[in-house]
Nanobody
Framework: QVQLVESGGGLVQAGGSLGLSCAAS???????MGWFRQAPGKERELVAR????????HYADSVKGRFTISRDYYKNTVYLQMNNLEPEDTAVYYC??????????WGKGTQVTVSS
């Protein structure tokens, strides 16, 4: 079992920045780690993902150019730097770790609120 512990988040004004981090409780053979978000009344959506070994990244169109995902391979930690935040970015952000097609883990979520 892997536990994902998220930190960061909070309240920021539009145009501001926040950083999230997510530490996995143990070393595992992750395929990818990333961040999803879920706003009230909406489905959970992928924000950004990083392939664990190669470091390739993927972003939702809505955050390209504003968010940056990175990882510390040896600390089993993934980061999300969010710049130029918009009120539409307000959501609960969840860390996700994929081990295989049938095994993945989720963090408990951290609230990000962007005021206009």
């Amino acid at each position: 079992q892997v536990q994902l512990v998220e930190s960061g988040g909070g309240l920021v004004q539009a145009g501001g920045s926040l950083g999230l981090s997510c530490a996995a409780s143990r070393t595992s053979v992750y395929y990818a780690m990333g961040w999803f978000r879920q706003a009230p009344g909406k489905e959970r959506e992928l924000v950004a993902r990083i392939i664990w070994r190669g470091g390739d990244t993927h972003y939702a169109d809505s955050v390209k150019g504003r968010f940056t995902i990175s990882r510390d391979y040896y600390k089993n930690t993934v980061y999300l730097q969010m710049n130029n935040l918009e009120p539409e970015d307000t959501a609960v952000y969840y860390c996700n770790a994929v081990v295989s097609a049938s095994v993945q883990y989720w963090g408990k979520g951290t609230q990000v609120t962007v005021s206009s």
